[in-house]
T-cell receptor
């Protein structure tokens, strides 16, 4: 089945760019997703990318997909303190169920 | 209305209690989900309802009993829980079970079993 891995922690200075990385094993996902979870809250869908795309840009967010290496990344430009949260990448298994990575905790320092 | 509403936000229950978690959405979504999330872990799927019928049960113990009374409501009935069942319980919905555009999550019910 699908296995999704992420680095656990990232610390950046406010105003810098953040890059959160994710690797996955099952290339059958039609879409790949990035979710954000703030403390004590549910998950918020940030963006998604269709599997036949290499890149998607949405305001400060850029998603890069390398299908050959099964690598997905989320770049946040001009990172703000409000971006501090846990970020989950997710793929789909063959039953279309979301499979989440372990989550990356992003800390933005003033 | 683009929200999934979960009640209560917090719940403390004893191991002999019976309680229910509620989830509501008015987006016309036909798939609804229960997830369990332990601290510092990703959400784990428990149940999927599609068109008000149970579609997936991820081998969840019978002390958790889901119910979908109509297309807008999803309940999770709890009975004889264990302390290790303490977690954040998240409800989500999507247009269809195979919706590619992602899920809308509620803010969760934080459950503590004492």
């Amino acid at each position: 089945g699908e296995d999704v891995e992420q680095s656990l922690f990232l610390s950046v200075r406010e105003g810098d760019s953040s890059v959160i990385n994710c690797t996955y094993t099952d290339s059958s996902s039609t879409y790949l997703y990035w979710y954000k979870q703030e403390p004590g809250a549910g998950l918020q869908l940030l963006t998604y990318i269709f599997s036949n795309m290499d890149m998607k840009q949405d305001q400060r967010l850029t998603v890069l997909l390398n299908k050959k290496d099964k690598h997905l990344s989320l770049r946040i430009a001009h990172t703000q303190t409000g971006d501090s949260a846990i970020y989950f990448c997710a793929g789909e298994d063959s039953s279309y169920k979301l499979i989440f990575g372990s989550g990356t905790r992003l800390l933005v320092r003033p | 209305d683009t929200e999934v509403t979960q009640t209560p936000k917090h719940l403390v229950m004893g191991m002999t209690n019976k309680k229910s978690l509620k989830c509501e959405q008015h987006m016309g979504h036909r798939a609804m989900y229960w997830y369990k999330q332990k601290a510092k872990k990703p959400p784990e799927l428990m149940f999927v309802y599609s068109y008000e019928k149970l579609s997936i049960n991820e081998s969840v113990p019978s002390r958790f009993s889901p119910e979908c009374p109509n297309s807008s409501l999803l309940n999770l009935h709890l009975h004889a829980l264990q302390p290790e069942d303490s977690a954040l319980y998240l409800c989500a919905s999507s247009q269809e079970e195979t919706d590619p555009y992602g899920y809308t999550f509620g803010s969760g019910t934080r459950l503590t079993v004492v």
